[in-house]
């Protein structure tokens, strides 16, 4: 068994099973990628609250993890080689659990990079762009005179929301039949963008029928109901 004690982390997150992966996170838009991608693999893992309130992110513990100091970030006693992976940013987490499992991402070539793809979408785009929006609709932004950053990213996102609703159209997932990490990356943001963000009525979510209906059959996923809330809040 690895020996996770080395691990300047696990000193303030102590593992509960060191056999297990150790995952690090929020249940925020972000972190739920990793949680609900745990849960739909089923692997064995402990989860750690990092507590935004306390600044737990900024600890010199979880930056040994990810200097970066953002979740999700993961610790694998059981890596590639059987030696212990550290990892942090939640797309490279995705595609990492995707291989380990061998699930949610298509073995077929050309089908695996346009899974890619619709992760590096959720990375580059809705995620940045949704953030922001909720922002500058929810948290200290509301209050800025000057509205032009609110509307710069609502108008973002209407535009994000109008691809991913042609991508959609006759389609359950994003790749087609096949429920994917490009699913598991994004349900997350539209979620939080309606349901947290009360951004909905802002960006004409209800005009995206496609999204909406798409969002519905994520959400009844019981993994997804599971990993909406995970690691449990204090």
């Known amino acids: 068994m690895a020996d996770l004690s080395t691990y300047a982390i696990t000193r303030r997150w102590a593992p509960q099973h060191a056999d297990r992966l150790q995952y690090y996170g929020l249940p925020t838009p972000n972190g739920v990628k990793v949680s609900i991608m745990l849960e739909e693999t089923g692997l064995s893992y402990d989860a750690h609250l990092i507590d ?105 996102t209407k535009r994000l929301l109008g691809v991913m609703d042609t991508a959609l159209d006759g389609r359950a997932w994003f790749m087609g039949d096949d429920y994917s990490i490009a699913d598991i990356s994004m349900l997350g943001w539209v979620n939080g963008l309606v349901n947290f963000y009360e951004a909905g009525a802002l960006v004409g979510f209800d005009q995206h029928r496609n999204v909406a209906a798409w969002l519905e059959r994520g959400l009844a996923r019981p993994a997804v109901q599971r990993g909406l809330k995970i690691p449990a809040r204090g």
């Open 52 to 156: 935004f309130a306390i600044n737990d992110q900024k600890s010199p513990e979880f930056l040994s993890l990810n200097p970066n100091g953002k979740i999700p970030a993961i610790l694998d006693p059981d890596g590639p080689d059987g030696a212990p992976l550290a990892l942090f940013e939640s797309g490279a987490i995705l595609l990492y659990l995707a291989e380990k499992t061998g699930r949610f991402l298509p073995a077929d070539a050309a089908r695996r990079w346009q899974t890619v793809q619709w992760v590096m979408f959720q990375m580059g785009g809705v995620g940045p762009m949704f953030g922001q929006l909720g922002f500058f609709h929810k948290f200290a932004g509301k209050e800025w005179e000057d509205k032009r950053p609110l509307q710069r990213y609502a108008d973002e």
